[in-house]
């Protein structure tokens, strides 16, 4: 069996920017083993997988692994993968509908060149800083919320970027992963994310995050759009808006490369 691969950089306009993903279309599923394998041979924070639904509420089902897990929600590995079928795959409408084990998620394609995604807000709860974090990442939390992610703020964009975590304490957290965040330089807010229990010790742009960070920073700065930004070594830029439930991100992409793989059996 031969399959198309391509690597899309998600969240940035230039090449080697942004976060890199994978996107492998299929006729139908492979077995959860090869698409383990894949995603572990691919070695990137996320592989996309996707086959044509058969009805009506939906174009494609979709999901999405690491090198190491499946995981239930993936914002750049799905920009990539819209940007794959929109852009190499000449999908004629404007609209894509995925269903996935997070429920309906669309991309719409704009004017501008960017891809807005639409994705379920999901808002932390105020709770006690768990104990040894601030020693884990070395700076002081002013705010820690629980949610999908485990999210950290910090006191400023300085103290964000200067964090050097304890790999091996984050791994323990309750929460898939650690957000830290704080208020922008020259943006609305920025992060980072770190997930070294799903194999990702720090991601470059991490599009699922900001269902959290979105909410957060929109009741804090009283505005409902805002501009974030992710500020790993590779960095990307995430435009956000608060609408009642949803969050819709958007940003763009760039193809990096397709080929196939030379064989799978």
């Known amino acids: 069996m031969s399959l198309h691969l391509y690597q899309v950089d998600a969240f940035t306009n230039r090449l080697f ?4 993903a994978a996107v492998v279309p299929l006729s139908e599923w ?6 383990c394998a894949i ?3 691919n070695n990137l924070s996320e592989t996309a997988f996707f086959v044509p639904a058969i ?3 939906a174009d494609f089902h979709l999901r999405w692994f690491t090198p190491t897990v499946e995981v239930r929600l993936c914002g750049h590995a799905t920009l990539a993968s819209a940007y794959v079928l929109f852009s190499e795959l000449a999908w004629q409408s404007d609209l ?3 269903t996935t084990v997070s429920g309906l998620l669309s991309a719409r394609r704009r004017d501008d060149g960017m891809i807005t995604l639409d994705f379920p807000a999901l808002p932390g709860y105020e709770m006690d800083v768990p104990e040894g974090l ?10 820690f919320r629980r949610a999908v992610m485990d999210m950290a703020v910090l006191q400023d964009e300085s103290a964000v970027c200067g964090v050097k975590p304890d790999l091996d304490y984050l791994r323990h957290l309750v929460g898939d992963g650690l957000i830290i965040t704080s208020a922008g330089d020259s943006c609305d807010c920025v992060s980072r994310y770190f997930a070294p229990s799903s194999g990702i010790d720090e991601d470059p742009v991490t599009g699922s995050a900001h269902c959290t960070i979105a909410p957060y920073w929109a009741e804090k700065l009283g505005k409902t759009s805002l501009i974030a930004r992710q500020v ?4 990307g830029d995430v435009y956000c808006e608060l ?11 760039c193809l990096y490369f397709k080929g196939q793989l030379a064989s799978f059996e």
């Open 55 to 57: 009805d009506n509420g």
């Open 232 to 235: 790993s070594k590779r960095g």
């Open 96 to 98: 894509l509908r995925f």
């Open 30 to 35: 492979l077995p959860d083993h090869a698409m």
């Open 17 to 20: 920017g942004g976060n890199p």
């Open 39 to 41: 995603s572990a041979e």
């Open 134 to 143: 601030e020693s884990a990442i070395g700076q002081n939390v002013v705010d």
């Open 243 to 253: 609408v009642d439930d949803r969050v819709l991100i958007s940003g763009h992409a």
